[in-house]
């Protein structure tokens, strides 16, 4: 995983974020005119995956860090897992059998 300390590689990864940030964003958008659009399977497979990403990109982070509490302290960590992590547990409890479900 050393990788991630590689400029070049950092730089793509910054790239690839950005424009999957600018497509999420439009997408959550667009849900609030079409709000059937997530049962869109394409649409809702596309997040999911992405989201994955995200939280495996933050997961390496952490790990490859040099300092990794420094890291897990900063503010671009805390950015990153407050927007990471709200998507799974909604996902898991929006798909998941509840108590509530009848």
Not at 18 to 31: D, E, K, N, P, R
Not at 53 to 64: A, G, N, Q, S
């Amino acid at each position: 995983l050393n990788f991630l300390s590689n400029p070049k590689v950092n730089r793509m990864m910054d790239i690839f974020n950005s424009a999957t940030s600018v497509i999420l964003v439009a997408q959550y958008v667009y849900s609030f005119y079409d709000p059937y659009m997530f049962m869109n399977y394409s649409w809702g497979s596309f997040s999911f995956f992405i989201h994955v990403y995200y939280l495996t990109e933050y997961l390496m982070r952490i790990y490859t860090a040099k300092y990794p509490n420094s890291y897990f302290t900063s503010l671009e960590s805390i950015c990153d897992f407050l927007s990471t992590i709200p998507y799974p547990v909604s996902y898991t409890h929006l798909t998941l059998p509840t108590i509530y479900s009848v």
